[in-house]
């Protein structure tokens, strides 16, 4: 046994395992297949829950802005309680948490209630997640780590991607609220299987104290950035409220820093940011996260209202891109544990940026041919960064910081995401409004004023044709066809955006070196 702390405590939280580690990755996955799941299958049911509980936009938004915020501000406090209480305490009180919230959500008569009750998944989400890669951390050899890591990928991508159509299903033939029933009897396996196979709660960190005001620092410096990113699009980029909320946000950061520099016990050592593979590794998750939420969210309006398919069919024709991840993520965890993590990544980077561009030139009425091609292309590229990255993070840290770290992954995709998300999205708008009025007088249709194109461009930017109510036929198909276009333009604007991200992000991964040996990973020191 080795007698580096990283080395015992290792040792240690194997010798005292049930079921072993792949019985391990087995109940993480479950727990993680709940969560994945419920990030994509919500949407589909908005519209039906806005309906039923007569609930405004705004209301339907913040179904998934609260769950995101309490996501992303809890992610690194929620590992640092699993190093130091244990990951197994952690992941089985998120699944509790998480399958209860879901069911009360479903049970809720009121919009308010529901809200509340994300927000609160969202807090039992955070608590699962980083402890489900720090219970990998531990369960597996270094050598083994890459393949787990694929394989726990693979039920990410598959569960994401399923999403839409259980949710399509459930919606369209028994309710809305099954939407949310649906995570009882999982969460319920997976907290059958938990306590089954996971082995004695094992505390990594059992001497530190609680830094408090580390927690509300960063606390408050997630927030403001995950909201200012989240309303940039309502208040506008330049708007005093959200520079206001990116100014706070910098302000509590730069005090989160000043305090983890001078802490006893920080919530977060900066002295794991010295190592330059997992810093490298949490940028290119942003970027990553970046690419692929923020052009991906204009996809499902390409599909469902550019070509008018419905939700189940949207999500059978992103199947392609699911295939990718599924297949290349165990795949990935493997050709990384052989030749390190620099080469495939940076080719999985490379293969994004392809499929970006690909998707960037999309015509109208582009075939199911067409798109599976890129999509298979961006699935098989992503799968690779996904893994690559997660492992550069999590294998660089020492064992005892293996929560902190996976709490860092999380949160930097959650970062990335929303920034993805409102960056290509003003992109996009602003792409819009400048084309809108030339291909609505190529369809011979009157000009638009200045006030008009404000006043129309969100709406097409989100897929929608600013019909008015009792227009002809023939004239409201001239309106679409122009609205459609110019989305179509917005769109390509900004994949190509994606695409250029991506290819910054090749460069940055030619930079990683292969993670360092679990034996002789040191303490990390404070900063």
Known sequence: MSTTAAGTAIATARSTGRGGPWATLVAVALGVIMVALDGTIVAIANPAIGKSLHASLSDLQWITNGYLLALAVFLVTAGKLGDRFGHKSMFLVGVVGFAASSGIIGLSGSIGLIIAFRV????????????????????????????????????????????????????????????????????????????????RNHRVDRGSRADIPGIALLSVAMFALVFGVIKASDFGWGNWRTIGLFAGAAVFAVLFILRERSAADPLLPLGLFR?????????????????????????????????GLSPVQSGVRLLPMTAGMVVGSPIAGALIGRIGPRGPIATGMAAVAIAMFGLSRLPIDASAGLTSLWFVILGLG??????????????????????????????????GGALGTAVLGAVMTARVGSVLNGHWTDQHLPALTPAQVDAAKSAVA??????????????????????????????????????????VAVGLSLMIRRSRNESSAPAVPHA
């Open 462 to 503: 989100g897929g929608v044709a600013p019909v008015p109510p009792g227009t002809k036929e023939e004239i409201a198909a001239l309106i679409t066809k122009a609205s459609n276009l110019s989305f179509l333009d917005g769109m390509h604007l900004a994949f190509t955006v994606a695409a250029v991200v991506a290819v």
């Open 120 to 199: 609160l998944q969202g807090v039992f989400g955070a608590l699962l997640q980083p402890a489900a890669l720090g219970l990998l951390r531990e369960a597996f050899p270094r050598e083994r780590l890459n393949i787990a890591i694929g394989i726990w990928g693979a039920a990410i991508g598959l569960s994401t991607a399923a999403g839409p159509i259980v949710g399509g299903l459930l919606v369209e033939h028994v309710n809305w609220q099954w939407v949310f029933f649906v995570n009882l009897p999982v969460g319920a396996l997976a907290l059958i299987l938990g306590l089954l196979v996971l082995g």
């Open 275 to 307: 190592s330059r593979s997992l810093s490298i590794g949490t940028v290119l998750m942003v970027l990553m996260a970046f690419a692929m939420f923020g052009s991906l969210f204009f996809v499902t309006f390409y599909l469902q209202l550019v070509h």
């Open 382 to 415: 992503l799968s690779v960064v996904m893994v690559g990255a997660t492992e550069v993070i999590v294998g660089n840290a020492p064992v005892q910081l293996s929560g902190v770290a996976s709490g860092v992954q999380q949160a930097a995709m959650q970062v």
